[in-house]
């Protein structure tokens, strides 16, 4: 009996042996991501030190790799106006000469290039990405550093995969293994790293996408460590909730941020489109959106003593973050001259990202909301800083569609524990509000407009969530070897089925079908047997709906027999596969 069982499960088996060689191809894939990692962590501190070079010959005329204040007043005075229109009209023409697809903020070119372009990006993309973003930001233009560093990881992990003659799979997970890297790196939040590239990144959720993932986090954020140090992104005050109470106020944040992540995509999509209409050349229309977004910064200096919105901001976050910015006009007027700063800087043709933004804008908010808050409940409610750090996950979650993302990288880059629960709170409110006003993320947008469509349900998939046991169809109808031609035809009308299984007692000889019947053209009283099609279709019931779509492909046929412990207890088709798939996708 049990030789007879291990003979029935032999293409089963097949099947499971095949898939325990795809975790040592995973673990294969893996080591190759110990390069990725230390290539997109060297790439990561080389592109700080690019934005640093770039910023001190900008704003002071030193050639230094060193870190220099944003907040102190430029060499050049009232001149500072020309220079991110300088920068960003170099940036531009590099852009369009090597690397068009470059411009912008650069995450949905890598999206595009995994659901559609199977994981091929250019080499060239991640050395152009990374000067004409390091010129954008040392200029001053108004975009963060998440786009270029995506680019960049992506970029060496398709051209790894590619050499290597991997599979689209292969270098697809080699692509994440890369943009995870970049984000771990330039973050320094390995987890938040491994978040991105899953939620926003790669197809799939699973342990053979992970683990490659893992490994490249781990090897660029520790890569980077060496020249970058190993604190948090920002440094916070202690923080403990006072009152339950004050998660009303996070809902009022989340509400508010929601409304603001679609107010922030809808005017960046809107000035690239008012800038596309206008035809002039585009580098003249870099002049002029530089030159705007120099006067914003200029404002920016005279009206509150520094220049917030260029460059990626972090030195506005510093100052929030330590509770030192307690002016509501200036946290509200900052979140508006940001979105203009970003939207200039990105449609007049600048290269850079909109995660900074994004933190730059949640912190502002949430310290507006924090202040207003202190006005009104002061002996219930924690720091300005507390508000400001949700405020940066909340716009995060709604700009980008990445709510964990968000969430953990924000703790991460802070590492205070305590807010998490308000941190849950506003992100999943701003990702929920942002998609029903608006249906679309920063990213995804981009794409639609280009006639692109990616689906990003990544859902755990249910065929492998349910056993064929579970939908088993315990009328068990089948053929017997020495039954007569006319029998069957019989039967096959009766049922409305034109595949029947052959079976003597609980052993399967294979299928029946009106293809056979008909080719054969035998007369009525012929025993079926010599027709039987020999072929393997059994499955135990253990085995999940995804394991018996790849036998049913394996065997070509669409009816398999369900055995429990050598018994057979019924059979299972495609059609009610599909159709139990469609149920619970309608559940869910």
Not at 39 to 58: M, R, T, V
Not at 59 to 65: P, R
Not at 94 to 122: D, F, L, Q, Y
Not at 292 to 307: A, E, P, Q
Request: hydrophobic share 50%.
């Amino acid at each position: 009996m049990q030789q007879t069982q291990n003979t029935d499960n032999q293409l089963y088996d097949t099947i499971r042996l095949s898939q325990s060689q795809q975790i040592r191809r995973t673990i294969h894939i893996s080591m190759w991501c110990l390069l990725v990692g230390a290539i997109a962590g060297l790439g990561a501190a080389f592109f700080k030190y690019l934005i640093e070079f770039f910023h001190n010959l900008f704003f002071s005329g030193m050639f230094s790799f060193a870190h220099s204040s944003r907040s102190s007043a430029s060499v050049w005075g009232p001149f500072i106006i020309l220079v991110p229109a300088i920068g960003i009209a170099v940036a531009q023409m590099i852009t369009s000469k090597w690397a068009p697809e470059a411009k912008g903020h650069g995450v949905p070119e890598v999206m595009v290039a995994v659901a559609e372009n199977r994981g091929k990006i250019r080499p060239i993309v991640a050395l152009v990405k990374s000067l004409a973003s390091a010129i954008t930001i040392g200029s001053g233009g108004s975009v963060g550093k998440e786009g270029p560093i995506v680019q960049i990881g992506a970029s060496f992990g398709s051209t790894l995969g590619q050499s290597l003659k991997l599979s689209s799979r292969d270098t697809i997970i080699l692509v994440g293994a890369g943009v995870a890297g970049g984000i771990s790196a330039t973050f320094n939040a390995p987890i938040g790293g491994i978040m991105f590239a899953l939620e926003l990144i790669l197809p799939e959720y699973s342990i053979m996408t992970i683990m490659p993932l893992v490994v490249s986090s781990i090897i660029a954020t520790t890569v980077c460590s060496f020249f970058l140090g190993t604190h948090p992104a920002f440094i916070v005050p202690e923080y403990a909730m006072v009152s339950s109470f004050e998660l009303v106020f996070y809902v009022v944040l989340g509400l508010l941020a929601g409304l603001l992540s679609v107010l922030f995509i809808k005017s960046v999509y809107g000035m690239e489109d008012f800038f596309d209409s206008i035809h002039i050349h585009p580098t003249l229309k870099a002049i002029i959106g530089g030159l705007l977004v120099g006067v914003i910064g200029y404002v920016s200096l005279k009206s509150f003593g520094s220049y917030h919105v260029y460059g990626v901001g972090y030195d506005f976050l510093d100052l929030v973050l330590s509770n030192q910015v307690t002016s509501l006009v200036m946290a509200f007027s900052l979140v508006f001259l940001k979105i203009l700063a970003n939207s200039l800087t990105l449609a007049s043709g600048g290269s850079g990202g909109i995660f900074a933004p994004s933190l730059f804008l949640g912190g502002a908010l949430g310290a507006g909301v924090g202040i207003v808050v202190h006005m009104l409940f002061p002996g219930h409610t924690g720091p300005i800083s507390a508000y400001a750090i949700v405020g940066m996950a909340a716009i995060v979650s709604g700009v980008t569609g990445g709510v964990l993302t968000a969430i953990i990288m924000v703790f991460e880059m802070t590492r205070n524990y305590a807010i998490m629960l308000p941190l849950l709170l506003s992100g999943v409110l701003s990702y929920f509000i942002s998609r029903l006003l608006y249906g679309e993320t920063m990213y995804t947008k981009k794409l639609t407009r280009r006639g692109i469509h990616i689906q990003f349900d990544k859902r755990i998939p249910m065929l492998k969530a349910i056993q064929v046991g579970e939908i088993t169809n315990r009328s068990f109808i089948s053929c017997h070897p020495d039954d007569t031609v006319e029998k069957v035809w019989e039967t096959m009308h009766e049922h409305g089925l034109g595949l029947f299984p052959v079976t003597d007692g609980d052993q399967v000889l294979g299928t029946i079908g009106y293809i056979e019947l008909h080719n054969a053209a035998p007369s009525k009283e012929r025993t079926i047997a010599p027709l039987v099609h020999k072929v393997n279709i059994c499955i135990p019931s253990k085995a999940n709906l995804y394991d018996a779509l790849l036998v049913m492909e394996a065997c070509k046929s669409n009816i398999l027999v369900v055995k429990e412990q050598g018994k057979i207890i019924g059979f299972v088709t495609l059609k009610r596969i599909m159709r139990n798939y469609l149920d619970k996708q309608r559940i869910s």
